[in-house]
């Protein structure tokens, strides 16, 4: 069993940076590709980034892609999505997950954080 805890969100301006870390619980945690997943009001959830196991790839959704960091630290049990040049539509809710296939999806995300809001403002 993982337990997935998501951190770091909050209110910035359009243009400024925020960093979000997951911290997971449970030994096995260098054992699961890890992604951010966000939800925006109104619209379906979608895949923002991703690592695998060793952190030797990543993945990123194109409207992140240059701006998004996605990183993480199996010593700590934790990953991190560094978020730069922030936008208005980047305001959503942000999961991070566990999965155990590369590249990830969806059907085989064993784990999901609660969640955490980022707001951009204008």
């Known amino acids: 069993q993982v337990q997935l805890v998501e951190s770091g969100g909050g209110l910035v301006q359009a243009g400024g940076s925020l960093r979000l870390s997951c911290a997971a619980s449970?030994?096995?945690?260098?054992?699961?590709?890890m992604a951010w997943f966000r939800r925006a009001p109104g619209k379906e959830r979608e895949f923002v980034a991703a690592?695998?196991?060793?952190?030797?790839?990543?993945d990123y959704a194109d409207s992140v892609k240059g701006r998004f960091t996605i990183s993480r630290d199996n010593a700590e049990n934790t990953v991190y999505l560094r978020m730069d040049t922030l936008k208005v539509e980047d305001t959503a809710v942000y999961y991070c997950?566990?999965?155990?296939?590369?590249?990830?999806?969806?059907?085989?995300?064993?784990?999901w954080g609660q969640g955490t809001q980022v707001t951009v403002s204008s």
């Open positions: 690592i695998s196991w060793s952190a030797a790839n990543t």
């Open positions: 449970g030994r096995s945690f260098s054992s699961y590709a």
């Open positions: 997950a566990a999965g155990n296939s590369w590249p990830v999806a969806v059907p085989r995300i064993h784990y």
